[in-house]
């Protein structure tokens, strides 16, 4: 018995689902502050009227309302076309608050249905205004400076650079200098430290002995070796 009351129950919704359809609405609709904007709510019925109610979803920082009714007043009001059937809610002058979800709350006792919806979008032109202004006004100079200024500028920056060139480079030679003069210091130095403890008397006399075997040569008289190692002989006692 519970199967069967579900069954019945089930072909009864989509009796009364197919006695509504539902029409394509326009998903999108971009509206610029304080103009005019109209939404459309279009479906067929077959049988019994629908009532139905404008309802509209919203985000306020992050967090989601709705879907709550429409407030109607002398700005938004609903209307109605008789040649396409659909059912208009017109905003005269949009503010930045009604960006939103607007659908139909189709409601009676077999139905219970939203319609596709459109979602409205309010934009500020100021925006668009300000970036056409700035692209069609020409660039303002923020400094206005003569040519002889400009000249007079362009000599000091390259005085600068120069400046900045020649500095360092004279830096470098000043401390390659005293390098190099620091080295002929040390030079001198060990030259000195080498011939310090030298005795002038003996390499005086070590130089007369490299001479005399100069003079006399490699190669020695046989006769005067004789005579001289006769006289000695002869002087001995």
């Not at 109607?72 to 608050?97: A, I, M, P, Y």
């Not at 020409?138 to 400009?150: A, D, F, G, Q």
Request: proline letters at 3%; glycine letters at 4%.
């Amino acid at each position: 018995m519970a199967i069967a009351a579900i069954l019945v129950l089930c072909s009864f919704a989509v009796i009364t689902q197919s006695e509504v359809t539902l029409q394509a609405d326009v998903p999108y609709l971009r509206v610029s502050l304080s103009h005019r904007a109209v939404l459309e709510c279009c479906y067929n019925t077959s049988g019994k009227s629908v009532k139905h109610t404008w309802v509209k979803s919203f985000k306020v920082a992050k967090e989601s309302f709705g879907p709550l009714a429409v407030n109607f007043s002398e700005h938004v009001f609903e209307g109605f076309k008789t040649k396409s059937g659909c059912s208009t809610l017109t905003l005269r002058s949009v503010q930045l608050n009604d960006t939103g979800m607007y659908q139909c709350w189709l409601n009676s006792s077999d139905i219970r249905l939203f319609s596709h919806g459109t979602y409205l979008q309010v934009f500020s032109e100021c925006v668009h205004v300000c970036v056409s202004e700035m692209e069609s006004k020409p660039l303002e100079k923020t400094l206005n400076l003569s040519e002889s200024t400009k000249n007079k500028i362009l000599t000091a920056e390259g005085v600068l650079l120069l400046l900045c060139v020649l500095l360092p480079s004279t830096t470098l030679l000043c401390k390659s200098k005293k390098l190099h003069e620091l080295e002929k210091k040390k030079a001198r130095k060990e030259e000195d430290n080498i011939y310090q403890g030298l005795n002038l008397d003996d390499c005086c006399s070590t130089y007369d002995k490299i001479e005399r075997s100069k003079a006399h040569g490699p190669y020695q008289d046989v006769c005067n070796t004789m005579e001289d190692e006769e006289e000695i002989q002869l002087e001995q006692p």
